[in-house]
T-cell receptor
Framework: DGGITQSPKYLFRKEGQNVTLSCEQN?????MYWYRQDPGQGLRLIYY???????QKGDIAEGYSVSREKKESFPLTVTSAQKNPTAFYLC????????????FGDGTRLSIL | EDQVTQSPEALRLQEGESSSLNCSYT??????LFWYRQDPGKGPEFLFT???AGEEKEKERLKATLTKKESFLHITAPKPEDSATYLC???????????FGAGTTVTVRA
């Protein structure tokens, strides 16, 4: 079955540590996205990628970094510069940038130790 | 700035008690309005796309409608398995991005 796989499901970060969240899709989609979800707020866009080796900042990119070396993969690194990283992180993809709907993975919940 | 507001924040229903969720939006040049369902600890699951005022879409007990300023998600004779958070999102103008509302959490009691 085609879909988006995010791992791990739960992740804990220590002070000053960088952590990387994995996102893999087998939908053959060009565009991929990372969102952050906090209680009582709508999903907020962190980064997006239109195509391999290209990515752009979203609305809340500070303290995060991404790479897009393969079409199937779009990992997100939460750096130590992100002072409030506790959240539910969602990866999504669509056929092309701006094309809808976006399909989502089942998320990674990041907490601080 | 595009704004999407969903109401109510939470809705508790008895099984079989029909109700509606609201998504109001303030955008320039709506390209599409999207409804998603999200179960606890899971990613959003796509339900519907609406493109123009007057459009309606149905799926089982759910029906989505669209006007120029808002969309409604009607739940007819809900069952406990309809319990979830329902998210609304809009895409507008030349923007590739989606703007999401905070969601309505629906709980259906047997």
């Amino acid at each position: 079955d085609g879909g988006i796989t995010q791992s791990p499901k739960y992740l804990f970060r220590k002070e000053g540590q960088n952590v990387t969240l994995s996102c893999e899709q087998n939908l053959n989609h060009d565009a991929m996205y990372w969102y952050r979800q906090d209680p009582g707020q709508g999903l907020r866009l962190i980064y997006y990628s239109q195509i391999v080796n290209d990515f752009q900042k979203g609305d809340i990119a500070e303290g995060y970094s991404v790479s897009r070396e393969k079409k199937e993969s779009f990992p997100l690194t939460v750096t130590s510069a992100q002072k409030n990283p506790t959240a539910f992180y969602l990866c999504a993809s669509s056929i092309r940038i701006g094309n809808q709907p976006q399909h989502f993975g089942d998320g990674t919940r990041l907490s601080i130790l | 700035e595009d704004q999407v507001t969903q109401s109510p924040e939470a809705l508790r229903l008895q099984e079989g008690e029909s109700s509606s969720l609201n998504c109001s939006y303030t955008v320039s040049g709506l390209r599409g309005l999207f409804w998603y369902r999200q179960d606890p600890g899971k990613g959003p699951e796509f339900l519907f796309t609406l493109y123009s005022a007057g459009e309606e879409k149905e799926k089982e007990r759910l029906k989505a409608t669209l006007t120029k300023k808002e969309s409604f998600l009607h739940i007819t004779a809900p069952k406990p398995e309809d319990s979830a958070t329902y998210l609304c999102a809009v895409q507008a103008g030349n923007d590739y991005k989606l703007s999401f509302g905070a969601g309505t959490t629906v709980t259906v009691r047997a």
